[in-house]
Nanobody, 127 residues
Framework: VQLQASGGGLVQAGGSLRLSCAVS????????MGWFRQAPGKEREFVGVRKSGDIPYYADSVKGRFTISRDSANNTFYLRMNNLKPEDTAVYYC??????????????????????WGQGTLVTVSS
């Protein structure tokens, strides 16, 4: 399995971006797709997760502004980001696993739960 992330860029505060994460290699009915971000000098931070058979779960910092969706026909996941703020500036990563070890979405808020990562895409929000 490989992940290809794209869609980052420079946007003004209040603007929107949509990131994509294309999954290649296999089609999975059971999946966990997480989005994380990492700002310079900081640890990788949980943004949100979507796992099969469940609704997405988000970090408090992005709840109400970010939305995770899936296009099953194209095996692609999306992170729609609205009302962006300068503090959202980071490299965004998508992570994938098909090991559904817990029913709790909070379990997947740790980067350690994922075994495949995309290459990251930079989002810069100017004030």
């Amino acid at each position: 399995v490989q992940l290809q992330a794209s869609g980052g860029g420079l946007v003004q505060a209040g603007g929107s971006l949509r990131l994509s994460c294309a999954v290649s290699g296999r089609t999975f009915n059971v999946f966990v797709m997480g989005w994380f971000r990492q700002a310079p000098g900081k640890e990788r931070e949980f943004v949100g997760v979507r796992k099969s058979g469940d609704i997405p779960y988000y970090a408090d910092s992005v709840k109400g502004r970010f939305t995770i969706s899936r296009d099953s026909a194209n095996n692609t996941f999306y992170l729609r980001m609205n009302n962006l703020k300068p503090e959202d500036t980071a490299v965004y990563y998508c992570g994938f696993t098909n090991r559904l070890l817990s029913g709790s979405p909070y379990y997947y808020s740790s980067p350690a739960r994922y075994n495949v990562w995309g290459q990251g895409t930079l989002v810069t929000v100017s004030s």
